[in-house]
């Protein structure tokens, strides 16, 4: 009787612990995503406003933000970013913060491909 006792006990444990396992692991992916500091991209360029750090792209989508395919205005880190970019260029670029609590991703490297 006693035995029996400490079987059920076992499978009751086994089976309330599937679900807290799996749990620290999605919090671990979930902070992962939100902790990332930079995300590449690709893209065309629209327009650029070199008076103002501001470069218009019809950006590819970007999965790591979670963004689908859009036009899109973005400062650049500094105008210098901008030298040699035109209308029309197919660019790659990265995404990065100036402080991890902003809410803007600006641009701080861009390059023609
Ligand atoms: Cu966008």
Redesign the pocket.
């Known amino acids: 009787m006693k035995k029996q006792i400490g079987i059920i006990f076992l499978l009751l444990v086994g089976a309330a612990s599937l679900p807290l396992a799996a749990q620290p692991m999605a919090d671990k992916e979930a902070q992962k995503k939100t902790a990332q500091t930079s995300h590449q991209g690709a893209g065309k360029v629209v327009s650029v406003d070199r008076a103002k750090s501001r470069i218009k792209?019809a950006?590819d989508p970007?999965k790591s933000?979670g963004?689908?395919?859009?036009?899109?205005d973005f400062s650049v880190a500094k105008a210098s970013l901008l030298d040699g970019l035109k209308e029309g260029d197919a660019v790659r670029f990265e995404l990065g913060k100036s402080k991890p609590e902003d809410l803007v991703w600006m641009i701080v490297k861009i390059e023609r491909r």
């Open positions: 792209l950006h970007i933000l963004w689908s395919a859009m036009l899109m």
